[in-house]
């Protein structure tokens, strides 16, 4: 009896815990108004389009190639990879990602990403948010929910301006890092109001980019909607340069999830 009890009392205690997680947004105010889930076997093309290739660092390597992109098991899988199939393609290495570019927007409201990212030399994985409208860089700002360098065990969270780019304005703070389990799933969200950005991981709070007070231009452009990239990347200035032997690499995604106040 005693063992049944116990059992009983267990099976309680984990329901009790899973309520009060699935309760947690409304608790805090917060209503689920948007998520994907990755169900299914291809990408949803009304939500994502494969981002095309171009000239800079977070780009040179994009491609369409279908084996950059799977989606299986729940999660959307975006792969980077030696470019030894694609004969006429010039580029050394090849990478994947989306984005929701003219087909969904985020504004006010709390962003989350749930993922596992891969390890290689030279990667350069990152979720991040780009004018809806398509406001040119920096003017309408960029906000960098995550990046990862190598196989860091830190994410890189930072928002940029023609204040802080072109003008290269410290104050307030533009950026800062945060733990994450290097091997495992991690929660990445940013929090968007008008008057300030919040940043987080595994909810723990790491960044608010207030808007102030100044005669300076461009300070808070982010009062706006922006659409969301999420991006294997290799190579570039920053992460420096890729090491092949290390290839392939994959990112997991397993949700995003958009949440509005009521």
């Known amino acids: 009896m005693k063992t049944v009890t116990s059992y009983l009392l267990s099976m309680f205690l984990i329901a009790l815990t899973g309520l009060c997680t699935s309760c947690d947004k409304q608790v805090t105010g917060w209503q689920l108004v948007w998520e994907e889930n990755f169900d299914g076997e291809q990408l949803d093309a009304s939500r994502w389009t494969k981002i ?4 800079s660092d977070w780009n040179n390597y994009m491609s369409d190639y279908d084996p950059l992109y799977e989606v299986a098991d729940g999660q959307m899988i975006l792969r980077g990879i030696v470019n030894n199939v694609l004969p006429a393609d010039t580029a050394p290495y ?5 984005y929701t570019k003219d087909k969904v927007g985020f504004g006010n409201g709390r962003l989350e990403i749930r993922a596992k990212l891969g390890k290689a030399r030279g990667a350069w994985p990152a979720f991040w948010l780009l004018p809806f409208d398509n406001t040119g860089w920096p003017d309408g700002g960029e906000i960098d929910i995550m990046e990862r ?3 860091e065990d830190i994410a890189y969270q930072t928002v940029h301006s023609a204040y802080t780019v072109r003008l290269q304005q410290k104050n307030p703070p533009q950026s800062a890092t945060g733990k994450i389990d290097p091997d495992g799933y991690n929660v990445y969200a940013v929090e968007l109001y008008h008057d300030s950005i919040s940043l987080f991981i595994n909810d723990i709070h790491t960044l608010t980019y207030p808007r102030i007070e100044t005669d300076l231009e461009g300070q808070f452009p982010f009062d706006r909607e922006y659409f969301l990239l999420l991006d294997m990347q290799l190579g570039g200035s920053w992460v420096g340069r890729v090491f092949p032997e290390d290839l392939p690499v994959e990112m997991w995604i397993d949700w995003v999830r ?4 009521p």
Do not use: C, H, M, V
């Open 52 to 55: 095309a290739r171009n000239t």
């Open 94 to 98: 090849l990478t994947g990602g989306i």
């Open 149 to 151: 360098l190598n196989g």
């Open 258 to 261: 958009f949440y509005k106040k």
